[in-house]
């Protein structure tokens, strides 16, 4: 049974069915993202001072993630033209570099987690508190994670500035690479917390990786289609050249609006 | 976009699209530029911050996913998304007004509990 309205439009809509649904998913994404905003929003405007982190991500990083998708997002409507002006050899190399483009965003954002996995906060019992790098850099430590292992003390290298004080604007723009000072060792007896910058630290990095994983769900979600699109899923191009090119299309929507999420999401998580 | 082109309709449009490539690149540069300059006001470095990723994600939405010259019914399906997002936004914003008050923080002890340790805080 062939499926209605892949090329032809549909007399209500005027439009191919899958862009009628690609939009109506993608509506419910502008929900989905909306509310995860939302709840970005109260708790930082909830935290009370001191308490939500800032300049803990590293900003060049984060630009230079921002000029990959953008350049992706250029790619895949390239893509889709060449097909539209009957180009595939084009679509191909366009497409091979969005997919590139996809698989460097992912692989920068696994280096970023893996900082923030190895990088710690230590709140001691005389009410101070400081972040750095714990000898060895261990993954996912915790309070527990002392008693467990039964360790006497931690080798710490506290970095220069923690993001609780105050410092001239800016000056935190390589995050946690700005500097340490000399390593020192902290008694377990007078470590009150200590955590990993992973979810459980604080409301920040709950938000930080809610957002940013469920972004980097969607960008690798948008590759394995892209990917099958350029590999098997191409030979549609011989049989019906207009369905692929509508393919490229809803594939490359959906590709738009990841680009666009993240366009919302550098600034709110690592600039504001 | 309408769903029939010609060759050099789409060529023009391939113009369009180089422009808003180097127009996101710039206003990337422009977003990242404005963090090293220090505003007084918090307020107005979020606005400027929001207003600048507000166009990048129209010319996104515009350009790359055609909504400038879309059909009426995706025009109908994203008002409607408008509406509930701007009410989602609206919600929140009022919420901001009411819950400092709920906290732990601001909170005044109950009656016979004004012995009790204030718990520490935990972000």
Same mark, same amino acid.
């Given at each position: 049974?062939?499926?209605?309205?892949?090329?032809?439009?549909?007399?209500?809509?005027?439009?191919?069915?899958?862009?009628?649904?690609?939009?109506?998913?993608?509506?419910?994404?502008?929900?989905?993202?909306?509310a995860l905003f939302s709840s970005y929003i109260l708790l930082r405007v909830g935290a009370p001072p001191g308490t939500f982190p800032h300049?803990?991500? =590293?900003?060049?990083?984060?630009?230079?993630?921002?000029?990959?998708?953008?350049?992706?997002?250029?790619?895949?409507?390239?893509?889709?033209?060449?097909?539209?002006?009957? =180009?595939?050899?084009?679509?191909?190399?366009?497409?091979?570099?969005?997919?590139?483009?996809?698989?460097?965003?992912?692989?920068?954002?696994?280096?970023?987690?893996?900082?923030?996995?190895?990088?710690?906060e230590?709140w001691? =019992?005389?009410g101070?508190r400081?972040?750095?790098?714990?000898?060895? =850099?261990?993954?996912?430590?915790?309070?527990?994670?002392?008693?467990?292992?039964?360790?006497?003390?931690?080798?710490?290298?506290?970095?220069?500035?923690?993001y609780a004080?105050?410092?001239?604007?800016?000056?935190?723009?390589?995050?946690?690479?700005?500097?340490?000072?000399?390593?020192?060792?902290?008694?377990?007896?007078?470590?009150k917390r200590?955590s990993?910058?992973?979810p459980a630290h604080s409301t920040y990095f709950g938000i930080y990786?809610t957002?940013?994983?469920?972004?980097?769900?969607?960008?690798?979600?948008?590759?394995?289609?892209?990917?099958?699109?350029?590999?098997?899923?191409?030979?549609?191009?011989?049989?019906?050249?207009?369905?692929?090119?509508?393919?490229?299309?809803?594939?490359?929507?959906?590709?738009?609006?990841?680009?666009?999420?993240?366009?919302?999401?550098?600034?709110?998580?690592?600039?504001l | 976009?309408?769903?029939?082109?010609?060759?050099?309709?789409?060529?023009?449009?391939?113009?369009?699209?180089?422009?808003?490539?180097?127009?996101?690149?710039?206003?990337?540069?422009?977003?990242?530029?404005?963090?090293?300059?220090?505003?007084?006001?918090v307020a107005?470095?979020v606005?400027?911050?929001?207003?600048?990723?507000?166009?990048?994600?129209?010319?996104?939405?515009?350009?790359?996913?055609?909504?400038?010259?879309?059909?009426?019914?995706?025009?109908?399906?994203?008002?409607?998304?408008?509406?509930?997002?701007?009410?989602l936004m609206a919600i929140t914003i009022w919420a901001m007004h009411d819950f400092p008050d709920n906290t732990a923080d601001t909170q005044q002890p109950l009656p016979g509990a004004a012995a009790a340790a204030p718990a520490p805080h935990v972000p």
């Open positions: 049974m062939d499926i209605p309205y892949t090329t032809q439009l549909r007399e209500d809509t005027n439009l191919y069915n899958a862009k009628v649904g690609i939009w109506l998913f993608l509506a419910s994404e502008v929900m989905l993202f909306g300049g803990l991500l =590293n900003i060049p990083i984060g630009t230079f993630n921002t000029a990959v998708l953008i350049t992706s997002s250029i790619t895949v409507v390239m893509a889709w033209a060449s097909l539209k002006m009957g =180009n595939f050899g084009k679509f191909k190399l366009f497409q091979a570099i969005t997919l590139l483009c996809a698989l460097g965003f992912l692989t920068i954002k696994t280096f970023e987690y893996r900082d923030k996995f190895i990088h710690y230590v001691k =019992n005389d101070t400081m972040t750095g790098h714990i000898e060895g =850099n261990p993954w996912f430590w915790d309070t527990q994670t002392l008693k467990t292992k039964n360790l006497p003390a931690i080798t710490f290298s506290p970095d220069a500035h923690h004080e105050p410092r001239t604007h800016g000056a935190g723009a390589k995050g946690e690479h700005g500097g340490h000072g000399a390593a020192v060792q902290i008694p377990a007896a007078d470590i200590l990993a910058f992973v990786f957002l940013t994983a469920l972004h980097a769900l969607h960008v690798l979600g948008g590759a394995i289609v892209i990917g099958y699109l350029w590999g098997p899923g191409a030979k549609m191009w011989k049989t019906d050249p207009e369905r692929f090119t509508n393919r490229i299309e809803v594939s490359g929507l959906f590709w738009h609006f990841v680009d666009l999420v993240w366009i919302f999401l550098f600034p709110v998580l690592y600039l | 976009m309408s769903d029939t082109h010609s060759h050099d309709h789409i060529a023009k449009h391939v113009r369009v699209y180089i422009t808003v490539f180097v127009a996101l690149l710039v206003g990337t540069v422009v977003t990242v530029g404005m963090y090293y300059v220090h505003l007084e006001s107005l470095t606005a400027i911050a929001v207003f600048i990723a507000t166009v990048k994600a129209s010319l996104v939405a515009g350009f790359f996913m055609h909504l400038v010259s879309e059909k009426k019914s995706i025009y109908t399906v994203l008002a409607v998304t408008a509406f509930f997002f701007a009410g």
